[in-house]
């Protein structure tokens, strides 16, 4: 973990460069990266390093970085694997405390890349700051710096910042958001995060002013605990947008091949997703639609949900999409339906939420009548507009003579805007007509301009009611956590509990445990330590004390194998339930310790549990695991089986009551 004590302004805004592995090959990887420097306009001083080689592009040729006469803010290393720990010694010895590798070739490849690795992250405890290694650096507008394939990245700064564990994606996600209105205020690949990690670069972000919305491209995290209190922290703040990949098995696999990572299991990144209140997004267009409705709404919108559609279809589609969505769509007052009914002829049109208005190329004063009395209602936060011809050459193709001349289009086109300035509620739009056809270049130019005009002026465009309605709902949902009141090292509501308690529990539990798996009697024993009624329960070392202890309890009783090696007693056979009789109780003894010698002839047998049954009710179970991204983590819910006689959970995992409430995620 890099000290983020010290900033990291300095991969944003430094004032000098060393690119190291820039040499005489235009081609070389180094080269590119000085000249895309140049291209994008970089105004620092910038120092060519190679240890042979006179000049590149104009720049002299350095041997060494101890061989630059001036100091460097940032190194860019981008030279082969094996060469990379001595240049950084070399780095350390300049007083350059901050460097970016861009080389591959590291805990991605196995063994021997990740002994590399280690030590490189050795070297950066002496005091150095590394970006990656395997990655693609840092584009940041503010500070004219940018990746070697984003030359020609947009220059004007935004409010969103993307932080990727993959350069293609980095370079992938601006290229696609170019079209829909976003800028980025900053672009992170970081590649294997030896030392600055995700949870450093979300921690810097989460301060800095530029920055408005974070979206992040994970595919592992290094410090899970860390990654989750700074997320639960920040996200009622600033908007924290996560598309989480690698949860299939296969897509594991690749992570790991990618960049070493650790992808963790779907159901812990779910509990994270619940508890952290970042926003979870399943894929490129969700995590583009969400950054899309942040940056024209940065402080989100109600889930009230308006829908003027220019025919019937798109109505139903459309109610479809919302209710998918978790969206109300409410119905009108009636005194709004009364206008409505007013404005709009009985045949073809709908007056209901969603709104059908009969034609997608409505009079002008149709359709801002329309729109005045839907956004007029006190039971609506949004207006979405779909399939109205708002575009001059759409309409035109789409309409033919019916088409409204250029003025009374443009002035169609300039309602949304009216109507969400004189209300004071947001507006979505979806224009459908994507024309993709060769020869309908020019019609999708001019609605592309369209889609461009209302995102200049705060109003977010999708291409359907699908990816409209999710991205609203996201927006709906932080919109409801700004209220919220979140965990802070001040005002933490969880429950903790001393050191020294803490300590005492485990302390009982190592003391009592012979295996690494504590047997049911154990850990009942520690549960009712710590204040938590358990059903009363007995060892039996034989079938006569199996017998004696059930006459003493009283029927009905139930049966439970006692063995380190058996923890699923009902799939060994080793659980009978619903015991009546001293006679079924010395059967059940025999039944179970013929079917574990059967099924489980090396288990180590330390005898048979006995227990009353328990009074029918409601039954739920909590086991505990060590996750290795996130450590230790709890499992909660509905228990029994479907259909079965009740009786008492036997506890599945090792823990204190005490640990139990400081588990990670409260």
Known sequence: ????????????????????????????????????????????????????????????????????????????????????????????????????????????????????????????????????????????????????????????????????????????????????????????????????????????????????????????????????????????????????????????????????????????????????????????????????????????????????????????????????????????????????????????????????????????AILTAVLEAAASSDQIDVIMIRRIFLSVTVSKLLSGSAAPSEEEQQQLMEIPVEIKEKYGKPVVIVLTEELNSVDAMELEEGRRKLRDYYFANGIPVYLSEQRAFTALAHLTKFRTRIGMQHHTDANDTRITAPEKTAETARSRIRHRATTTVLNEIQCKEILQEEGINVIETTLAASKEEAVAISNKLGYPVAMKIISPHITHKTDAGGVKLGIKTSHQAGKAYDLIMATIEKNNPEAAIQGMSVQKMAAPGVEIVIGMTKDPQFGPMLMFGLGGIPNSVRCSCSVSAVFSWRLFRTSLLG
């Open 1 to 364: 973990m890099a000290n983020t004590s010290n900033n990291l302004d300095s991969f944003f805004s430094p004032c000098s460069i060393a690119i190291i592995g820039a040499s005489e090959a235009l081609n070389s990887f180094g080269t590119r990266y000085l000249q895309s420097l140049l291209t994008f306009g970089y105004k620092g001083r910038l120092y060519a390093v190679n240890y042979k080689g006179e000049q590149v592009l104009g720049f002299k040729i350095y041997p060494t970085v101890l061989d630059i006469p001036d100091s460097i803010d940032l190194a860019i290393i981008c030279v082969s694997a094996r060469f990379v720990p001595a240049i950084l010694q070399d780095c350390l010895k300049k007083g350059i405390r901050s460097v970016t590798i861009l080389s591959a070739g590291f805990s991605e490849l196995g063994e021997e890349g990740r002994l590399l690795e280690e030590e490189l992250l050795t070297i950066a405890r002496q005091g150095i700051h590394i970006m990656g290694p395997n990655c693609f650096g840092v584009y940041c507008p503010s500070g004219k710096i940018t990746i070697i394939p984003g030359d020609s990245f947009p220059r004007e700064t935004g409010g969103v910042a993307l932080i990727a564990q993959s350069g293609q994606f980095s370079e992938h996600i601006v290229i696609r958001s170019i079209g829909e209105g976003i800028r980025f205020s900053k672009v992170i690949s970081y590649g294997n995060a030896c030392n600055i990690n995700e949870s450093d670069l979300l921690e810097y972000l989460a301060k800095d002013e530029e920055t408005k919305v974070i979206t992040a491209y994970i595919e592992g995290v290094k410090d899970g605990r860390r990654f989750f209190d700074i997320i639960r922290r920040s996200s009622g703040k600033k908007p924290i947008i996560l598309w989480k990949v690698g949860l299939t098995r296969l897509g594991s696999a690749a992570a790991i091949s990618h960049t070493g990572s650790l992808a963790g299991e779907r159901t812990v990144w779910d509990a994270f997703f619940r508890q952290s209140h970042a926003i979870k997004v399943e894929h490129l267009e969700e995590l583009i639609d969400t950054s899309v409705g942040f940056s024209c709404l940065p402080t989100g919108c109600g889930p009230r949900v308006a829908l003027i559609s220019g025919g019937g279809g798109g109505t139903v589609v459309g109610a479809d999409a919302c209710e998918r969505a978790g969206l109300p769509m409410p119905p009108f007052p009636p005194e709004v339906e009364e206008k409505l009914r007013s404005i709009l002829p009985a045949a073809g049109t709908s007056i209901k939420n969603p709104i059908d208005i009969g034609t997608p190329h409505p009079p002008l």
